[in-house]
């Protein structure tokens, strides 16, 4: 069994990132608590990546901090910051074995060689590639490439996991199946894991919170079932899936309940405004 990850107790972020007079991220604040799996959705465009790559210190905020454990490290360059990324195009080297592969930055960091064996073994037994060792990327199929990405981004024990889109490129079974075992290392490692998707399905079985952006904008941040059974507004119900929309004139506001005519017909829904929620299940805007 690998030893533990060094832990994280907290990410507190708020960051603005400009490109020219272009906003890409407008003053998104977070704050991640260690253990926690967090997701970044949004539909293509919406800043994700960019979020992701400077909370790992790849690009450089325009504006604002991020903490970790309560110091400042948004002045840290990647390398000491402790964080392991891996990435939709799996980044391994070509040239390299998949043992050499994962490695790689204990090699850097002067590692003994019966310590770099264990880790690596440790690793690769993780992410079921004991035995492929020799191989190189070329001779493995796409879920094997990532996983050899996945391991040598855990095999420094960061203590927080930053990925971008990593199952992508996987054809629809075997995403299904990575995920599983993303989320199963994220809980038996004891990681603090980002992770950015499109995919509403992905970001709901994989994530404890989502956060929903749009144009660099922070739409709505909640666990799966919050986001999916309380979207706070249309973007976030449409990006969902909901096709339940009636567009109406409200006649009516009373203890949290909104009466709307919509063509005639009255429907009954709650306000999303109201803190305090019904005993109903339904969704907004659902005829009652
Ligand atoms: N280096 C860059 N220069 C200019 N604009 C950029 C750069 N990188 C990203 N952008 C813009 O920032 C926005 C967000 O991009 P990105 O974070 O890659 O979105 P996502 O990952 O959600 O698809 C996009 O409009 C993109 O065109
Ligand atoms: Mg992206």
């Known amino acids: ?7 994280l107790n907290s990410l507190r972020m708020g960051i603005t990132k400009r490109y020219g007079n272009k906003t890409v991220l407008d003053n998104l604040e977070l704050e991640i608590r260690g253990g926690e799996f967090v997701t970044f959705l949004g539909p293509s465009g919406c800043g994700k990546s960019t979020a992701l790559s ?18 400042r490290a948004d002045e840290l360059p990647p390398e000491k910051r402790g964080f392991g990324m891996v990435f939709q195009n799996y980044a391994l080297f070509p040239h390299m074995t998949v043992f050499d592969n994962v490695a790689f930055g204990l090699t850097l960091k002067s590692f003994q060689q019966d310590e770099i064996k264990r880790r690596v073994q440790d690793m690769l037994r993780l992410v079921q590639l004991l035995g492929y060792e020799d191989r190189y990327p070329g001779q493995l199929s796409g879920g094997q490439q990532q996983r050899v990405a996945i391991a040598r981004a855990l095999v420094l024990r960061p203590r927080l996991m930053l990925f971008d889109e990593p199952l992508s490129n996987l054809d629809a079974k075997l995403r299904v199946e990575m995920r599983a075992e993303i989320k199963q290392i994220h809980s038996e490692l004891g990681l603090t894991s980002i992770y950015v998707t499109h995919d509403q399905a992905e970001a709901l079985s994989l994530s404890d919170r989502i956060v929903v952006l749009k144009d660099g904008v922070l739409m709505q941040s909640g666990s799966p079932q919050e986001i999916h059974d309380r979207p706070r507004n249309m973007f976030v119900a449409d990006f969902m899936g909901f096709r339940n929309f009636f567009r109406g004139k409200i006649v009516a506001v009373v203890d949290g309940v909104v009466e709307a005519d919509t063509a005639g017909v009255r429907l009954r829904g709650e306000d999303h405004r109201s803190r305090v929620w019904g005993r109903s299940q339904r969704h907004h805007g659902d005829p009652s």
């Open 54 to 71: 400077i909370v790992a210190g790849l690009t450089p905020a325009t504006a604002g901090e991020i903490w970790l454990d309560g110091k």
């Open 1 to 7: 069994m690998p030893e533990p990850i060094t832990s």
